[in-house]
């Protein structure tokens, strides 16, 4: 069975950076993309990045361009999004998900229960 | 980057309707589309790829229909457990791009 499992969410100053991670079991990691996703308190979903399975493909959305770094570890089975210079409207649900195939533009096909951001001073 | 519109952003329906949800992409992306199905507090859940391929374990109540700029979510006859919120996102190419949601309610 398909599990994620984010972590890293918390509270955090404007300005600030924030480290999450997903942790993924029951699949082959390195055969599949993976996506984050965010969703703010009320809001819709908004794409975050994603990551094809070797790293070679990367994309952003324009706001966070320039500010948030996907990786992955593929001998860990893990997923990181590092976030930086951090504002109140990153606060959300980060909801990291697995591609239904290998390519970054893959559609998000399983989901974790997310982990929650909130950026307030 | 791709804009996705969604409409309607809230439909009002009973156990037993039709129900279509549209959705259009501000440029083509052939059949580069997926629909998601969000209950409140759980993750999203992937109905559709490709625009018409059905995901595995989902009823066939639910299909999905178009390409190039419009889509659409079919739901044949609504059940009780299908009031939720329903989101589609373009794959055709980075960044993604969701449309901004159709809440489907109780009448």
């Known amino acids: 069975e398909v599990q994620l499992v984010e972590s890293g969410g918390g509270l955090v100053q404007p300005g600030r950076s924030l480290r999450l991670s997903c942790a993924a079991s029951?699949?082959?990691?390195?055969?599949?993309?993976m996506h984050w996703v965010r969703q703010a308190p009320g809001k819709g979903l908004e794409w975050v990045s994603s990551?094809?399975?070797?790293?070679?493909?990367?994309g952003y959305a324009d706001s966070m361009k320039g500010r948030f770094t996907i990786s992955r570890d593929n001998a860990k089975n893990s997923l990181y999004l590092q976030m930086n210079s951090l504002r109140a409207e990153d606060t959300a649900l980060y909801y990291c998900?697995?591609?239904?195939?290998?390519?970054?533009?893959?559609?998000?096909?399983?989901w974790g229960q997310g982990t929650l951001v909130t950026v307030s001073s | 980057d791709i804009q996705m519109t969604q409409s309607p952003s809230c439909v009002s329906a009973s156990v037993g309707d039709r129900v279509t949800i549209t959705c259009r992409a501000s440029?083509?992306?052939?059949?580069?589309l997926a629909w998601y199905q969000q209950k409140p507090g759980r993750a999203p859940k992937l109905l559709i790829y490709?625009?018409?391929s059905l995901q595995s374990g989902v009823p066939s109540r639910f299909s999905g229909s178009g390409s190039g700029t419009d889509f659409t979510l079919t739901i044949s006859s609504l059940q009780p457990e299908d009031f939720a919120t329903y989101y589609c996102?373009?794959?055709?190419?980075?960044?993604?791009?969701f449309g901004g949601g159709t809440k489907v309610e109780i009448k």
């Open positions: 998900a697995k591609g239904r195939g290998s390519s970054a533009s893959s559609s998000p096909e399983r």
């Open positions: 029951g699949f082959t990691f390195d055969d599949y993309a």
């Open positions: 990551i094809s399975w070797n790293s070679v493909n990367i």
């Open positions: 440029q083509g992306i052939s059949s580069w």
């Open positions: 490709t625009a018409s």
């Open positions: 996102l373009q794959t055709n190419s980075l960044p993604l791009t």
